[in-house]
């Protein structure tokens, strides 16, 4: 059965985990213009990307809008929960999931999936149960690593390329 939907954490995953704060309050974070690119191109592919995260940044919302990203889910405490009601929105299984996340409020997502991936500095404890370990750290480009293996695992890699030629 094919990955048709990857789910993404934000914070320690498309950043790396740190939050920087202005003088006057305003939030600022980083993202990897590697990690847009794949997301980009894996929602040209006919894919399904989400964002479940357990803070609620205008930033991410701004991220989430400028890569197409239709499913954007913010301020989540059980991200297991909502992936399972997307899941019957788009009419998939777990089977159909590979997920990324960097710690213990992703465990659960994590361990339901398909596929779990983790950046190389996630938590010791989701790096156990994942499916794999990346070389990238969070906000590194870990994002991109992740989709570019499931290109090759999902024998898309001509698709992909085709998307740029």
Known sequence: MSIELIVLDVDGTLTDGKITYTQNGD???????????????WVKLGKHVAIITGRSSKIVERRAKELGIAHFYQGIHNKREVLETLLKELNLTMNNVASIGDDLNDYSMLVASKRAYV???ASIFVQKIATEVLSSNGGDAAVREMIEKLIVLENLEEKYLALWQ
């Open 27 to 41: 939030e600022i974070k980083s993202f990897s213009v590697k990690d847009g690119l794949a997301i980009a191109s």
């Open 119 to 121: 950046p190389a500095d």
